[in-house]
């Protein structure tokens, strides 16, 4: 069992940055490729950005490329997302996720654990 835990959600203006953290529980993080994905109201939850185990293989959405970066500390069992540039259209509840293996996935189904969401707002 994997439990997971978001911070670093807020308010910020729009051009500003955030990073997001998820701490991991159990003795499996390194094993568990991450995934970062958002909801916005009244839109489906989507993929964001992925990383495999050894943090040498990411994915990220097209509307995010360039401005959020994903990264892991797997000695601090952390996932990381670094967002730059932000948009008021990146206004949402930001999700952790891990999966029972070590390739990454830019699909919510394929994940297995899920953190309780952190809100994060873009506004003047």
């Known amino acids: 069992q994997v439990q997971l835990i978001e911070s670093g959600g807020g308010l910020v203006q729009p051009g500003g940055s955030l990073t997001l953290s998820c701490a991991a529980s159990?003795?499996?993080?390194?094993?568990?490729?991450m995934g970062w994905f958002r909801q916005a109201p009244g839109k489906e939850r989507e993929f964001v950005a992925s990383?495999?185990?050894?943090?040498?293989?990411?994915y990220s959405h097209d509307s995010v490329k360039g401005r959020f970066t994903i990264s892991r500390d797997n000695a601090k069992n952390t996932v990381y997302l670094q967002m730059n540039a932000l948009k008021p259209e990146d206004t949402a509840v930001y999700y952790c996720?891990?999966?029972?293996?070590?390739?990454?996935?830019?699909?919510?189904?394929?994940?297995?654990?899920w953190g309780q969401g952190t809100q994060v707002t873009v506004s003047s």
């Open positions: 996720a891990a999966r029972n293996t070590i390739a990454a996935s830019t699909t919510a189904g394929r994940y297995d654990y």
């Open positions: 990383i495999n185990w050894s943090g040498l293989t990411t």
């Open positions: 159990g003795r499996t993080f390194s094993s568990n490729a």
